[in-house]
């Protein structure tokens, strides 16, 4: 195990039992069933992919006694799991950065995908117990399956989350992005049909079209491989997004790609270590984040 991860199981620290879901998470949760059995291409069986309540989560922590500020929560693609992203060093990527960041790496597999629990479960098990304990900022991540559960997410909760770092996620079926396409891109088109689940997704996309609107959003850094089997819907989003916000390297639907994305976003003057939309950071400007971490 990397130095510093511990697996446990997150208990939930609400003192009553989550009420029925909004609509908005709903429809993102849905969403992202439909999406997990798309990328796997068949149709997937619930009972073979046992879950457990609350999620398994394996933590790093940028200090042994104490809080950092900013805490980062990434999600697994499908057939990955959490002890995934320190095999594959973005752990110590950003370990590298300097930057006092807590790391919470969630199991959150297909299993969630398919029962529709995965935003509930994020949020109950995750996120809402570190507003509680006092975390300032919340980041979440993800590649493949984790991108677009990352993107659902932001969208239940976009209060909650500051950042986004999306790599290579599925965004939806051909026949709806062809049609994005056909409108001349996510700014010029418009939902067709209100419960698709699908376009409920891409119409809170499009609102970063939007300069008014992005700053109450989470700000959202994508990255992908020019042969990424999922170039083409990746392709339609990142028009909505700055330049330097999008990163494409040559590379593939892999780890090796990801890991030269994700280093480049934690190397020093990397996207995660810019403040929202603005220059690199100096040191006065980072000193919250590079500073003795929260009690």
């Known amino acids: 195990m990397h130095p510093g991860g511990d697996v446990v199981r997150l208990r939930s620290m609400s003192s009553r039992s989550s009420g029925p879901l909004a609509p908005s998470a709903a429809t993102a949760i849905a969403f992202v069933a439909l999406a997990a059995v798309a990328l796997a291409g068949a149709g997937g069986c619930a009972w073979m992919y046992p879950t457990t309540v609350p999620l398994v989560v394996q933590t790093f922590r940028a200090s042994p006694t104490d809080r950092a500020p900013v805490l980062l929560v ?3 693609g499908r057939g990955d799991s959490a002890s995934d992203f ?15 960041v807590d790391v919470v790496a969630a199991d ?26 006092g ?8 590649m493949s399956m984790g991108g677009i559960g990352s993107i659902v997410n932001a ?17 939806g079926p051909k026949d709806l992005l062809q049609e994005i396409e056909a409108a001349g891109g996510p700014a010029r088109w418009t939902a067709t049909d209100p419960d698709d ?8 996309l499009k609102q970063y079209t939007d300069p008014a609107a992005t700053s109450r959003l989470p ?8 042969d990424d089997k999922l170039v083409r819907g990746i392709r339609v989003l990142t028009p909505v997004l700055p330049p330097d916000h999008v990163t494409e390297v040559s590379g593939k639907h892999d780890w090796e790609t990801w890991r030269r994305i994700w280093r480049s976003w934690w190397a020093p003057g990397g996207l995660a270590t810019r403040p929202r939309r603005a220059p690199v950071l100096t040191e006065d400007a ?3 984040f590079r500073s003795a971490p929260a009690r």
Request: net charge positive.
């Open 86 to 100: 320190a095999e594959h060093g973005f752990i110590d990527d950003v370990r590298a950065s300097g930057l006092a």
């Open 197 to 204: 689940r699908y376009q409920r997704v891409w119409t809170w």
């Open 219 to 226: 700000e959202m850094a994508v990255g992908f491989g020019t």
């Open 155 to 171: 969208r239940a909760h976009p209060d909650a989350y500051e950042r986004m770092f999306v790599l290579a996620p599925y965004l």
């Open 286 to 288: 980072t000193r919250s």
């Open 108 to 133: 959150a597999h297909f299993g969630y995908y398919l029962r529709e629990s995965i935003v509930d479960r994020v949020w109950t098990d995750v996120v809402e117990p570190a507003r509680r304990q």
């Open 74 to 76: 990434l999600l697994p």
């Open 135 to 142: 975390y300032r900022h919340i980041w979440i991540g993800g």
